[in-house]
């Protein structure tokens, strides 16, 4: 079971917005609408961003949303700010009844 | 508030065994599954498997069978990671997280297992 593939980074300035793709198969990301995003600042925890391909957590702010064709999912951080600098891993159930991330990418505001 | 509180750091020889423990609170503990994540230095989140915390059956991720068990003591609201016959490359991040189906709402705080001689 390979890890959901994607961009190792991605760049910014700030008020622009960036689009993280994550690619799977049609056992993962295409199987089931149970794809979340989690944000990673360094040395702290993942954060939840996005569940169930475009649902936010309470308290997450609407700047970030989630979206998914086919076997990839995307989220996209709109009216990028200094504090959206952090790692952000995709995730996805799968048929096995497992689940699987991605590498991560980091996301650098210039 | 939902909390997931984890034992400190460890150091260990190769071979040995080390247990973590994520101790949970704010929330009635048999209600959500905890799940097991790895970060190696440098590198993305590995799921682990997860542990059913009503039954305490547990399911692991392929990669992570034969030295790794998930426990649960459900009288403390905690549930348990014991790897034994450490290798260097267990050294790693080890996160506990409450929920399912790839949705990971609350998250501990990490503890950090060094496998050095």
């Known amino acids: 079971q390979s890890a959901l593939t994607q961009p190792a980074s991605m760049s910014g300035s700030p008020g622009q917005s960036i689009t993280i793709s994550c690619t799977g198969t049609?056992?993962?990301?295409?199987?089931?609408?149970?794809v979340s995003w989690y944000q990673q600042h360094p040395g702290k925890a993942p954060k939840l961003v996005i569940y169930d391909v475009s649902d936010r957590p309470s308290g997450i702010s609407n700047r970030f949303s989630g979206s998914k064709s086919g076997n990839t999912a995307s989220l996209t951080i709109s009216g990028l700010q200094a504090e959206d600098e952090a790692d952000y891993h995709c995730?996805?159930?799968?048929?096995?009844?497992?689940?699987?991330f991605g590498g991560g990418t980091k996301v650098t505001v210039l | 508030q939902v909390q997931l509180v984890q034992s400190g750091s460890e150091l260990k020889n190769p071979g040995a065994s080390v247990k973590v423990s994520c101790k949970a609170s704010?929330?009635?503990?048999?209600?959500?599954?905890i799940n097991w994540v790895r970060q190696a230095p440098g590198q993305g989140l590995e799921w682990m498997g997860w542990?059913?915390?009503?039954?305490?059956?547990?399911t692991y991720a392929p990669g992570f069978t034969g030295r790794f068990v998930f426990s649960l003591d459900p009288s403390d609201s905690t549930s348990h990671l014991q790897i034994s016959s450490l290798k260097a490359e267990d050294s790693a991040l080890y996160y506990c997280a409450r929920g399912a189906a790839s949705r990971l709402e609350h998250w501990g705080q990490g503890t950090l297992v060094t496998v050095s001689s």
């Open positions: 049609s056992s993962d990301i295409g199987a089931y609408n149970y």
């Open positions: 704010g929330y009635t503990f048999t209600d959500y599954a």
């Open positions: 542990i059913n915390t009503n039954t305490g059956n547990p």
């Open positions: 995730s996805a159930y799968t048929t096995s009844i497992t689940q699987i």
